[in-house]
C-alpha cells in the first residue's frame, strides 16, 4: 500500500506542500500516467487506473464547458482564499465541508 497522503506533503518534494497552489503544475514536466511517483492520481504499475485513458480526455472537456458556460461562486459568499480545506479521513479523503459551487449564466 503506497502513502500517497504523504507523499503529496513530503517537503523534500514538494514546495510549500501543505498550500493548494494548482499554479505549482503550469510549468511542471510531471506526468500524472504513473511515471512520476510524486504524483499519481490514478496509481501507478499493474493496478494503475483503467479509466485513465478516458479521465484525461474527459475532465478537461467537462471542466473546460463548466468554466465557459458558467461564472462561479461559492455558496455563501465564501471569498476563495477563505474556503475552508480540512479533509476527513476516510479510505480516500473527502472534503470536510463539501464545496458548494453556485453556476451563475453568464
Ligand atoms: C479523475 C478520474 C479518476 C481518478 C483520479 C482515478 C483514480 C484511481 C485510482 C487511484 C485507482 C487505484 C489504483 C491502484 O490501486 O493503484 C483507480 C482504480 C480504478 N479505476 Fe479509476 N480513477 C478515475 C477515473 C476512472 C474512470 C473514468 C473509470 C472507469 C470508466 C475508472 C475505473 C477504475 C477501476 C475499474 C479501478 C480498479 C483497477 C484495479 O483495481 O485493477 N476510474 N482509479
Given at each position: 500500500m503506497v502513502n500517497v497522503w504523504a507523499i503529496g506533503r513530503d517537503a523534500t518534494l514538494w514546495?510549500?506542500?501543505?498550500?493548494?497552489?494548482?499554479?505549482?503544475?503550469?510549468d511542471s514536466k510531471m506526468?500524472?500516467?504513473?511515471?512520476?511517483?510524486?504524483?499519481?492520481p490514478f496509481g501507478a504499475g499493474r493496478r494503475i487506473c483503467p479509466g485513465l485513458p478516458l479521465a484525461v480526455r474527459m475532465v478537461p472537456v467537462m471542466l473546460g464547458t463548466l468554466l465557459n458556460t458558467f461564472k462561479w461562486k461559492i455558496e455563501g459568499d465564501v471569498a476563495p482564499k477563505d474556503l475552508d480545506m480540512q479533509d476527513k479521513f476516510g479510505l480516500t479523503l473527502a472534503r470536510l465541508?463539501?464545496?458548494?459551487a453556485v453556476p451563475l449564466p453568464l
Open positions: 514546495e510549500d506542500p501543505l498550500v493548494f497552489n494548482p499554479d505549482r503544475f503550469m506526468d500524472v500516467r504513473g511515471q512520476d511517483f510524486e504524483l499519481i465541508r463539501p464545496l458548494r
